[in-house]
Every structure is written in C-alpha cells, then in structure tokens.
C-alpha cells in the first residue's frame, strides 16, 4: 500500500489549499483515510479522518475550516482547508490505519504517506 499526500503550499492567513491523498495497492475501499500535520519542534497531531463510508471526525483546532472527503473511485481522499491560519503551517501527512486501530491516533497508523509542506503567512 502506498499513500501519496499532494496541494501543498504557501497561502496568505484566511486563503484556502486543498490536499489529495491518493491509496494505491489496495483494493478495497473499506479503510478510513486520516490526516495528521507536524510543526517543527512539535508532535504529531491528529487533524481529520473520515471512515470508509465517509463519516468525518475533526480536531478541535480545525472544526469549521477543514473539510474531509473521499472519492472511492479514484481511491482519494481530500482535504479542504479554508480561512487558514499561520497556526496551520506544518507538514500535512495522510496515512491508513491498521485493522483494529484507532483512526485518531499516530500509534493506530499502519501506511503513512511522505507529507506536503503547507505555509501560511501572516
């Protein structure tokens, strides 16, 4: 299985960005896809997941802005992000978790994507 994150970039406070996340080499769309970002000097923090059958669960911090979805038949999930803030700025990760495993959290991940820079500017 492999996951690969994309949309990343700069965007002034208050733009928007949209990330893809393409799953490949599984073939059943029954898995929930989950976002996490990572600041420097800070941990990894759980953004949004949405289940198989698209049921969105947010972080606190995002509710309102971010919106996740999913495409099964290009095997995508998507992230919206609106009304950014420089407290967004992180490296956004997409990853899979493994059967049985909490979708919120980082030790519940089995496939986990490279990650896409996004930057807002004050």
């Known amino acids: 299985v492999q996951l690969q994150a994309s949309g990343g970039g700069l965007v002034q406070t208050g733009g928007s960005l949209r990330l893809s996340c393409v799953v490949s080499?599984?073939?059943?769309?029954?898995?929930?896809v989950t976002w996490f970002r990572q600041a420097p000097g800070k941990e990894r923090e759980f953004v949004t997941a949405?289940?198989?059958?698209?049921?969105?669960y947010y972080a606190d911090s995002v509710k309102g802005r971010f919106t996740i979805s999913r495409d099964h038949t290009k095997n995508t999930a998507y992230l919206q992000m609106d009304s950014l803030k420089p407290e967004d700025t992180a490296v956004y990760y997409c990853?899979?978790?493994?059967?049985?495993?909490?979708?919120?959290?980082?030790?519940?991940?089995?496939?986990w994507g490279k990650g896409t820079q996004v930057t807002v500017s004050s």
């Open positions: 949405i289940t198989w059958n698209s049921r969105p």
């Open positions: 080499g599984r073939t059943s769309g029954i898995y929930p």
């Open positions: 990853a899979v978790p493994r059967p049985g495993g909490s979708m919120l959290l980082v030790g519940g991940m089995d496939y």
